[in-house]
């Protein structure tokens, strides 16, 4: 796999950190989705004004915490594409400390187009209803009332 070729920064805020005084785990997501927008933004491919112009969900997150990221400490993350297929691809994430190069999470997502969703509800409303024995509604909308 090749090294990172985008990186973008990002800042610490203080709603960020736990009562350990590091980064809350919850939040280390929050980080790679601002590193993801900045990234597809940098692509050309997203403006930020519609996201269902992207039409990608995430489907699946994996984070490695290696080291605890801290309020004043200067960090980068790095994006990367892992996998791309026809209907779904991998992004992968690392955060490093700007000053040592020190790697102190990992990251991927899996992503998956949003016509896949539309599939999804097509199939599993007659399995629904025979599994559970009870109907389920819909709008005439693809997808849950």
Known sequence: ????????HVQ???????????????????LIETARFNFVQ???????????DLGWIVADVHVSYLAPIFLTQ????????????N??????????DEAT?????????LHER???????????????EIVNGTPIYYSGKKGPV
């Open 1 to 8: 796999m090749s090294e990172y070729k985008f990186y973008t």
């Open 12 to 30: 610490i805020r203080y709603g960020d950190i736990d009562a350990q005084w590091h980064v809350n785990n919850a939040q280390t997501v929050t």
């Open 42 to 52: 940098s692509l050309g491919i997203f403006d930020g004004t519609s996201f269902t």
């Open 74 to 85: 200067k960090i980068r993350i790095g994006v990367r594409v892992a996998r791309l297929g």
């Open 87 to 96: 209907k779904s691809m991998t992004l992968e994430y690392q955060i490093e």
């Open 101 to 109: 190069g020190e790697i102190l999470t990992k990251a991927e997502n």
């Open 114 to 128: 949003r016509e896949l969703l539309s599939l999804f509800f097509e199939e599993v409303p007659t399995y629904e």
